[in-house]
């Protein structure tokens, strides 16, 4: 739609409508049309349940929606710091000068605002609009990771054409595609 930077992800098997960059899109639809290519030919194999028939799990994500997750949580801690510290204010005034002091301590480790939160590793990298996921699986588990991915017939392929196509695999979560 116009100057829309952001386009619909083509779903492949998926039925929700997953978006990214357009560019990113353009890239990815054309690196699932060679694996649709390419396993239909017997150039790679069929059966792998991530690394043959590319599926989206997870893309773009709304920046403001994420922000507001987190600033809620946030803000539900600090009610419960005021509460538990049974810390009582009578006007706007005496709210903030409680507040500040609080707020210095806490954002160098947990930000507050929407940009310090931007660029903090609590904003999701699919806030950019330039990641794809093509598994929902746990990224903490790295013998599933060894497993279904490293360890995939389809493997050497599908670091290839995800270089040749624009993507740089993400190392610790391979089935993360990254618009490089």
Avoid at 91 to 104: A, M, S
Wanted: one cysteine or more; a positive charge.
């Amino acid at each position: 739609v116009g100057n829309n930077p952001i386009a619909y992800l083509k779903s492949f098997g998926g039925n929700e409508n997953f978006r990214a960059m357009n560019f990113v899109v353009d890239a990815f639809n054309k690196l699932a049309q060679q694996f649709e290519k390419c396993a239909m030919t017997g150039k790679i194999r069929r059966d792998d349940p991530f690394l043959s028939n590319i599926k989206i799990f997870k893309a773009f994500e709304d920046p403001m929606a994420k922000y507001n997750e987190h600033i809620n949580v946030y803000n539900g801690t600090l009610l419960s710091m005021f509460r538990s510290n049974n810390i009582v204010f009578s006007d706007f005034d005496e709210f903030v000068g409680q507040l500040l002091p609080i707020l210095k301590a806490t954002s160098k480790r947990t930000p507050y605002t929407l940009p310090a939160y931007m660029k903090s590793s609590f904003c999701p990298i699919t806030c950019s609009g330039l990641s794809i996921e093509i598994a929902d699986l746990d990224a903490s588990n790295d013998t599933a990771k060894i497993k279904r991915f490293v360890n995939s017939k389809n493997w050497e392929f599908y670091v290839n054409t995800c270089n040749s196509y624009g993507f740089m695999i993400d190392q610790f979560v391979p089935w993360r595609l990254v618009a490089d």
